[in-house]
């Protein structure tokens, strides 16, 4: 039976990063399951879409140092698995860590792990603001919130020089303004602002660095949800 047209682009974003065969079909396995799987968190199910919108997204991560070297990598509100699972597999090194609050989800992550052979990635079910592991290496989000709450969200679980990486469009100047003022507050700093596009024709995407520079003060995080209703 003939590969399915798809695939020819799955090789293609799995050469661009180094990704072995081994690697391709775990991938490959990952966006069949999306496709059928009736509980997949996600509206971008067809594999020839997905694997541009899924899986080159979150793949676009490993063009930074930070993110090919770290030992430990949590994907912060993982839904459906991006960036976390597609990580695991091209960094099978680093634990990863993929943390969901909504147990349906949780328990779709689960599956989706074991369906992709990630045996380095885990899934925690629990709100960020009450995990209770610390000096993470590298944060990643693609999950929808303002970046000032991003910012809060990961210092508290980072290690001095770790990283916040957000999946966000086009530069918002407010926005940035909005999270400097944040990032001060819990120790953390602009390192630099990445513009890619992570497939053809795609939107602009920007992946945004921040570094962990100083210790977190203790009074976070906060309660959870007040990082969204009264943002710094």
């Not at 919108?53 to 993110?67: F, G, P, Q, R, Y």
């Not at 993982?78 to 091209?90: Q, R, S």
């Not at 989800?105 to 079910?125: M, S, T, W």
Request: charged share 25%; net charge neutral.
């Amino acid at each position: 039976m003939p590969a399915p047209p798809w695939m020819d682009r799955l090789h293609a974003v799995a050469d661009q990063h180094g990704l072995d065969a081994a690697s391709v079909a775990r991938l490959a396995r990952l966006l069949e399951f999306v496709r059928d799987d009736p509980t997949a968190p996600t509206t971008v199910r067809d594999p020839a879409v997905a694997v541009d919108a899924h899986i080159a997204d979150s793949l676009s991560a490993l063009s930074l140092d930070e993110v090919r070297e770290a030992q430990t990598i949590a994907d912060l509100g993982a839904g459906a698995g991006f960036p976390g699972i597609p990580l695991a597999v091209a960094l099978p090194a680093a634990a990863v860590v993929l943390i969901e609050s909504v147990g349906r989800k949780c328990a779709f992550l689960g599956r989706a792990v074991e369906v992709a052979g990630a045996a380095n990635a885990r899934v925690a079910c629990a709100r960020i603001e009450e995990w209770p592991e610390r000096d993470l290496d590298v944060v990643a989000v693609r999950a929808v919130a303002p970046l000032g709450v991003l910012v809060e969200y990961a210092a508290p679980a980072l290690r001095l020089g770790g990283r916040l990486v957000a999946w966000k469009g086009r530069p918002d100047p407010l926005e940035e303004t909005a999270a400097a003022g944040a990032a001060r507050e819990v120790g953390m700093e602009l390192a630099r602002a990445v513009g890619l596009t992570p497939r053809p024709g795609a939107d602009h995407r920007t992946l945004y660095v921040y570094s962990k520079v100083r210790e977190t003060p203790a009074k976070f995080p906060r309660r959870p949800g007040m990082a969204r209703k009264r943002p710094l």
